[in-house]
């Protein structure tokens, strides 16, 4: 059967259908890259499509409100699987096609989430997004997690941004998720001129959630127990955020792995039609790895 990798428009994400899949690939690219995930990240998802994986590919725009761009993807989760589903059809792929029906919090997930620089925060965001379906969801500013935290006040937002969203037909629960070279970004690294930041932070502008905040809310998550994190030697960019996950998961004996790529930096994943071979092998590994990992933790 032809196999031959082409991306797609698909409910405002760029899609690879695969026509004897075995899982389904989420992408977050990073900052400005994130933009065309599909044209700079072409080879990385190519050599993992190759491997048996629909792409899904996710753009995202610039702003300074990272939960809005979160609830975004959360919300077109639901209607993204149901067009896989049916352009599948379309397609006349009859192998494996349920598993874009399947439901995202089923043991055996089919679903597997990598993102690169800013990118794995918007996962990350979604990850505590999925955490929020509890009985405290109807009045967000009583949740535990988001009280822990200092941000009540976001909760206001939140919550009537979710409005009609049933969390778990769009749930991250048992999807295990690949950071390369993970940035939990602060307006510092949105704005590239020192001065400029500092100013507008002085005036209390700044991303949403701050570093200090989307820390403090990954450190008193319950999630982010299948995960596998690929850093760069030479990456100055997300050295320090490499850094605090060891040292986090560390503390909490979580399940976790760090891999280091040596000379190379933070742009590595890049490559239209050729690319970082070592990277996209290393990212395969990892794959195969979590599906054994998955196994491994209960979830309650």
């Known amino acids: 059967m032809n196999t031959k990798f082409k991306f797609i428009p698909l409910s405002f994400h760029w899609c690879a259908i695969h026509p004897q899949p075995i899982g389904v690939v989420y992408f977050i690219g990073g900052a400005f890259f994130g933009t065309f995930p599909n044209f700079f990240y072409r080879y990385l998802l190519q050599e993992v499509f190759e491997q048996g994986y629909t792409i899904v590919a996710i753009p995202y725009r610039f702003t300074f409100d990272h939960w809005s761009v979160a609830i975004n993807i959360f919300k077109d ?66 949740s535990p997690i988001l009280r822990q935290c200092g941000i009540q006040e976001q909760a206001k937002n939140i919550r009537k941004s979710l409005d009609g969203i049933t969390l778990a037909d769009v749930s991250l629960k048992n999807q295990p998720s690949i950071f390369l070279a993970p940035v939990i970004a602060g307006i510092q690294n949105a704005i590239p001129i020192p001065f400029l930041a500092k100013l507008l932070q002085y005036f209390g502008l700044d991303v949403r959630p701050s570093v200090k905040e989307t820390k403090c809310l990954i450190s008193q ?80």
Not at 234 to 255: G, N
């Open 77 to 142: 989760l639901e209607e993204v699987r149901k067009s896989l589903y049916q352009e599948a059809l379309s397609l006349n792929y009859t192998t494996n096609i349920g598993i874009y029906l399947e439901s995202p919090i089923a043991q055996n997930s089919y679903y597997v989430w990598i993102g690169h620089s800013l990118g794995c925060k918007y996962i990350q965001l979604l990850e505590i997004l999925t955490e929020l379906d509890s009985p405290d969801l109807e009045d967000l500013k009583k």
């Open 221 to 300: 998550s319950s999630y982010f127990q299948i995960l596998d994190i690929i850093a760069f030697s030479k990456d100055k960019q997300a050295s320090k955020t490499v850094e605090w996950f060891d040292h986090i998961f560390e503390a909490k004996k979580r399940l976790k792995a760090l891999i280091v790529l040596p000379d190379r930096i933070h742009l590595a994943p890049l490559g239209y039609q050729d690319g970082d071979r070592e990277v996209a092998k290393t990212v395969i590994y990892a794959l195969e790895k979590l599906r054994t990992k998955l196994s491994m933790v209960l979830f309650q």
